[in-house]
């Protein structure tokens, strides 16, 4: 860690101060030509030592994110993905390294990523859940997309290494809920701004906690922020699949948490199921 310059300074003076040699040096030291070289010769040793720092820092995040299989290293490898339909991207070995012989980061189609660990049939798989963006939405892979991309990973994995990798359309989930808002406030409005509210957060977890949890309280907290809403009762919360039906049994319905399949979330959107269709505007008077 880099010194401080005066800590820098001190040090020079004392080794000047202990050499009988350097005694004849003459004028006050605020004003002497020896003081200003100090001075300088102390900032550019605290300059140096600042650069040393920032160099060490990259090479530890270098050799942190190039530690073969770990989960920062599994996730890194997938976003750097490529694909062409028109030109097959075909990792080689290069160094002792698999990887592209030309890196093209416009062909990088993976854009939201999750690497676990995940115990199955008592053993330890990588699961790896993924999604790329189309026209601004948040889709799955199609089939030769994730045919190249396990193909990519084969290539990649040291032995031993079991993997899968799951790309599906958003999860939907159904909200049933009592809003509660001020009289003072248009009934429409407030639903209006609470659907969106709700729609900010599915949205916020797609972008910023890709494969995180949904959480009701946090939910509960972005409905609460909205102006004129009082008090909020969530009578169901119901989670589902793309390919379940919304009446099927192998819903899921819970009350704290729901940990998606596909890593991402959209509001129910069968008709007569929607937010608009679900939740119930109570007016707190």
Not at 40 to 61: G, H, P, Q, S
Not at 131 to 144: G, H, I, K, W
Not at 218 to 243: H, M, Y
Not at 252 to 273: C, L, M, N
Request: include cysteine.
């Amino acid at each position: 860690m880099a010194r401080t310059i005066p800590v820098i300074l001190a040090e020079i003076r004392g080794v000047r101060t202990g050499k009988p040699q350097l005694a004849d040096l003459d004028g006050p030291e605020a004003v002497s030509d020896y003081a200003l070289w100090e001075e300088v010769f102390a900032y550019c040793i605290w300059l140096f030592e600042k650069l040393m720092d920032t160099f060490r820092a990259e090479v530890d995040k270098e050799i942190e994110d190039n530690k073969v299989s770990t989960i920062s290293w599994w996730q890194n490898q997938i976003l750097e993905f490529q694909y062409d339909p028109a030109n097959a991207q075909v990792v080689e070995e290069i160094d002792f390294i698999a990887r592209y012989p030309v890196i093209d980061e416009s062909l990088r189609i993976i854009k939201r990523c999750s690497v676990r660990n995940v115990a199955k049939n008592g053993h330890l798989v990588v699961s790896v859940k993924v999604a790329q963006v189309v026209d601004n939405q948040y889709v799955p892979l199609n089939e030769t997309q994730l045919a190249a991309l396990v193909d990519y990973t084969l290539k990649k994995r040291p032995g031993g290494i079991s993997m899968e990798i799951i790309s599906l359309y958003a999860d939907r989930l159904k909200l049933a809920a009592d809003i509660y808002y001020k009289g003072q406030y248009d009934k429409d409005l407030v639903k209006a701004a609470v659907i969106v509210s709700i729609n900010s957060y599915f949205e916020y977890l797609s972008t910023n906690d890709f494969d995180g949890l949904v959480r009701l309280l946090t939910l509960e907290d972005f409905i609460q922020n909205v102006p004129g809403v009082s008090d909020v009762k969530i009578n169901l919360a119901q989670g589902r699949e793309q390919a379940t039906p919304v009446d099927s049994p192998n819903v899921v319905v819970f009350d704290r948490i729901y940990y998606t399949s596909a890593g991402y979330i959209i509001a129910e959107d069968t008709a007569g199921h929607t937010l608009a269709d679900t939740i119930n505007m109570i007016a707190d008077v």
